[in-house]
């Protein structure tokens, strides 16, 4: 039997203990903010101890244990596969608006429940699942293997993806990332970038019925705000060839709006404003002097944010606004560039050609993400990132559940693609 085949075939013969490991990961609750992924780490340490799988524990934080493991191909030297997954979730909220215990891990119709099992536990399980079972044939393997299971995702990644390739950008690094970030099925190779901006309006204040005197700083800053989300949402940038060309093709507008939503094709390569929050005025009867604001705008391929902020303080200047004072404020922590990895990359096929043959009936079409995910960090420092996993249906909702089916096909699909990258 070729290596391949019994790859398949192993993961096929143990797929009630990868199920367990998934109940368990789920059990063990890892919401972050606090961020203490103690336990749960603990439950996938404990499964590649099982498996005789050397690791170790990098904690940049207390309570943040990043595992990481590394193996070598018995066929000589090679590129680098790494296999990335976050252990900590969103937290759970309030528990009594949840059907059931939102760590119970409880499985109904097919379904593991708990909050983070979609975002991203399954996919997590699955990499490990995958690690393993390519662990077990390494000497059928060129180059080396990686695994990555952080603890700092929710949060942007500083004391987990970020850290470890500032730390050894070779081990866990790579030559190609992949991940199993929610995903429909699809493969995404790219991200929009984030621009998350604090916007401060004073104006001069009065009693309510002298308009006359000052406008204010509510109806200013509702003004500036439409102002903004008409400029930046018409903005022209360029697209690099490749992606815009594929970005037109029918079918992957199609698959775009069926993973994500419909109507997400318009907006896909288009940058967006959400106004997030504002809040001004201290009584009904008063013309405020404060009006406090918070705009999320979301970066395509081709738009940078100093592209964006240049427009927004061209708005600033405007006749209208001369008399108020605005400031507007990068919050630096949660703002990203957009990142992308080549459609063409020998990774994209080995993805795709692998979901079809374990899930007929998918379309692993390669598209962007709406989100931002680890495999930014990645792209950042010039490695290619591909995602592959599960549905998103139901992430980060209350009673939050994902499909066995999906978890265990993911497993192989990944294994399969690294297989016939290192060979």
């Known amino acids: 039997m070729d290596p391949k085949?019994?790859?398949?075939?192993t993961l096929g013969s143990t797929e009630?203990?990868?199920i367990r490991l998934l109940q368990g990961f789920v059990q063990a609750p890892s919401p972050n903010p606090p961020g203490d992924t103690t336990a749960a780490a603990a439950v996938l340490t404990e499964y590649l101890t099982e498996k005789g799988?050397?690791?170790?524990?990098?904690?940049?934080?207390?309570g943040c244990p990043n595992l990481v493991s590394e193996f070598a191909g018995g066929k000589g030297p090679g590129p680098r596969v790494v296999l990335n997954g976050h252990i900590d979730v969103f937290p759970a909220g309030d528990s009594s608006d949840w059907t059931r215990d939102p760590w119970s891990g409880d499985i109904i119709d097919g379904r593991l429940h708990g909050r983070g099992v979609v975002d991203m536990k399954s996919g997590t399980a699955s990499l490990v699942v995958a690690y393993a079972h390519l662990y077990e044939i390494r000497e059928s393997l060129k180059g080396s293997v990686s695994?990555?299971?952080?603890?700092d995702e929710e949060t942007g990644g500083k004391w987990g993806t970020k850290y470890l390739i500032q730390q050894d950008r070779e081990r866990w690094g790579g030559d190609v990332m992949l991940s199993a970030e929610p995903t429909g099925q699809t493969i995404r190779f790219s991200?929009?970038?984030?621009?998350?901006?604090?916007?401060?309006i004073k104006t001069r204040g009065a009693l309510g019925a002298y308009l006359n005197l000052s406008k204010g700083a509510i109806r200013t800053a509702t003004a500036f705000i439409l102002d903004a989300i008409e400029t930046v949402e018409s903005m022209q940038f360029d697209i690099p060839d490749e992606i815009e060309r594929h970005l037109k093709k029918p079918e992957v507008l199609k698959i775009v709006d069926e993973a994500m939503g419909e109507g997400t094709s318009t907006i896909i390569a288009r940058p967006t404003v959400n106004v997030g929050t504002i809040?001004?005025?201290?009584?009904?009867?008063?013309?405020?002097?404060?009006?406090?604001f918070e705009l999320?705008?979301?970066?395509?391929?081709?738009?940078t944010?100093?592209?964006?902020?240049?427009?927004l303080h061209s708005i600033t200047e405007r006749p209208q606004y001369v008399e108020a004072t605005i400031q507007l404020k990068v919050q630096e922590a949660a703002s990203n560039p957009s990142s992308f990895s080549s459609i063409s990359h020998p990774m994209v096929g080995f993805l795709g050609d692998n979901a079809k043959a374990v899930a007929p009936g998918t379309h692993p079409v390669a598209i962007p993400s709406m989100g931002a995910t680890d495999c930014k960090h990645y792209r950042y420092a010039g490695i290619p990132g591909y995602v592959y996993g599960c549905s998103p249906f139901s992430m980060a909702a209350v009673n939050e559940s994902a499909s066995i089916t999906e978890f265990l096909q993911v497993a192989k699909v990944q294994a399969a693609a690294a297989f016939d990258f290192l060979q």
């Open 5 to 9: 085949t019994a790859l398949l075939q």
């Open 16 to 18: 009630q203990s990868q």
């Open 147 to 151: 695994l990555c299971a952080v603890s």
């Open 53 to 62: 799988i050397p690791y170790q524990l990098i904690t940049a934080k207390p």
């Open 191 to 200: 991200e929009k970038g984030t621009l998350r901006l604090s916007g401060t």
């Open 279 to 292: 809040k001004g005025g201290i009584k009904v009867n008063v013309i405020p002097e404060l009006c406090e």
């Open 305 to 311: 944010a100093e592209d964006v902020m240049g427009k």
């Open 296 to 303: 999320d705008i979301r970066l395509p391929i081709g738009l």
